[in-house]
């Protein structure tokens, strides 16, 4: 195990290997329960987990951890990671906890935590419950008369069903609109189809067939091009892609083309403002947002804020400065007004409902502004501090002098690889280019 649990999301790694083991499931499970054991009362926690092979390696082994320190642990079975932040608020548990690794490849998975505010856990608690881990925890086990029980929620997935067709327009349905639907093979695959079929769809379920393997694997939110086709193949109105645990979704239009995360939040971002439900003057969302939705914004009145990369940074600003949208531009979407997480359904459902009341075709609905051109290039480096280089400091510095103020440079350095990324937009297209080839090839030269 390594020195280091907790990334950008949680924790994440190869299963059965490293981060990703039973016995370090079965500690976060004992430093968590640790963490929130705060009363003599009967604790609870509520786990989920998306449609991996390893969920059935990494469930038993959390359960173990949270039973062995006093608390009750209610088994939900595959479900969004959103209904797991839901259901914890819902049934007053003290933690909710979501076995997934998102939209990564089934050999991976993940721990994700939330608090009984249905919150993602803070750097500072992450830390905490990571010096339990570190510290051990033999001191702290309870009496062998007091161990937790565990039980199964057989109608978590109704609770979220009907939790989410309520974030749906009153009075409104999706009678006469045909809709792929692609679940990823993973942990929406039974309740997304439902809430769209009983709202009113005509419903062509892609990715709906998990065994374990499959999560992700040519289809889903980071695969797009089968749900594309089966798009214009039905002569569906319109697709939509969730990720393996359905926080974050990519729309396509009736012709095929991709609608991505900002021209999401933009098109929310109107209607809510139209309908009076907009709340913080604008949206939230992060650097890496094209800077075409921030001039569309500012063209209707709206600002655009910017937080680092993590919807869980994204939350935290919306929370302190009253914001009830914001989001990722690879499709992550907070509604504050409904959830404290990313939903991938519920932000599909806000994105129909314009569709629906607009009459016309999603072509035209879903794009309201063009982006800017823009280019990401991922340099990876060793042990050293390529950041640090005067070379590299003295490109960034010459290629925002180049862009003035038509442009942006964004430098940074992944929260999960060894890898610089290197993003310019701007105006000419050209320009773009050049500047990000000088930058990486200074960033390259630092790196080797």
Same mark, same amino acid.
């Given at each position: ?38 009363? &003599? ?167 709906? &067939? ?239």
């Amino acid at each position: 195990m390594t020195t280091k649990l907790f990334g950008t999301d949680g924790i994440r790694g190869t299963a059965n290997r490293g981060n990703m083991t039973a016995e370090v499931a079965l500690k976060v499970g004992m430093a968590a329960a640790l963490q929130f054991r705060n009363g &003599d009362y009967r604790h609870r926690v509520v786990i989920g987990k998306d449609t991996r092979l390893s969920g059935y390696l990494l469930e038993p082994a959390l359960t173990a951890g949270f039973i062995s320190m006093g608390m009750d642990v209610i088994l939900v079975g595959p479900m969004p990671t959103p209904a797991i932040a839901m259901l914890t608020r819902s049934l007053r548990a003290d933690l909710g906890v979501m076995i997934s690794a998102s939209h990564n490849p089934f050999e991976d998975n993940g721990i994700k935590l939330f608090g009984p505010d249905g919150y993602k856990l803070s750097d500072a608690v992450e830390a905490e419950i990571e010096a339990n881990v570190a510290d051990g925890m033999s001191e702290n086990m309870i009496a062998s008369s007091k161990l937790g029980r565990a039980k199964r929620l057989y109608d978590a997935g109704g609770r979220y069903t009907e939790f989410v067709k309520r974030t749906f327009p009153r009075g409104q349905t999706l009678d006469g609109l045909k809709i792929v639907i692609d679940c990823a093979n993973g942990a929406a695959y039974k309740v997304a189809p439902e809430v769209l079929w009983e709202l009113g769809a005509e419903v062509i379920p892609v990715g709906v &067939d998990p065994d374990g393997y499959n999560i992700n694997k040519g289809c889903g939110s980071t695969d797009t091009d089968y749900m594309c086709s089966q798009v214009v193949s039905h002569g569906a109105d319109i697709g939509i892609a969730l990720d393996g645990d359905a926080d974050r979704l990519m729309v396509c239009d009736e012709q095929g083309a991709m609608v991505d995360g900002d021209q999401i939040m933009a098109l929310i971002a109107k209607n809510w403002l139209d309908r009076d439900l907009l709340k913080g003057g604008g949206l939230v969302a992060t650097v890496m947002s094209n800077l075409g939705l921030e001039k569309y914004l500012k063209g209707i009145g709206l600002n655009l804020e910017r937080t680092k990369v993590g919807d869980r940074y994204v939350v935290e600003h919306m929370r302190a400065n009253g914001f009830n949208i914001g989001g990722e531009q690879s499709g992550h979407i907070v509604l504050g007004e409904h959830l404290t997480t990313g939903d991938g359904l519920m932000a599909a459902l806000q994105v129909l409902a314009v569709v629906v009341a607009s009459d016309g075709p999603a072509s035209k609905v879903t794009r309201l502004f063009d982006p800017l051109p823009q280019f990401l290039k991922n340099v990876r480096y060793g042990a050293g501090q390529p950041l640090d280089d005067t070379h590299v400091k003295n490109a960034i510095k010459e290629g925002e002098a180049r862009l003035s103020d038509t442009g942006r440079v964004l430098i940074r350095k992944s929260g999960t690889e060894s890898l610089i990324r290197v993003m310019v937009e701007g105006e000419d297209e050209s320009l773009i280019l050049s500047v990000v080839d000088d930058i990486v090839s200074a960033v390259e030269h630092a790196a080797s």
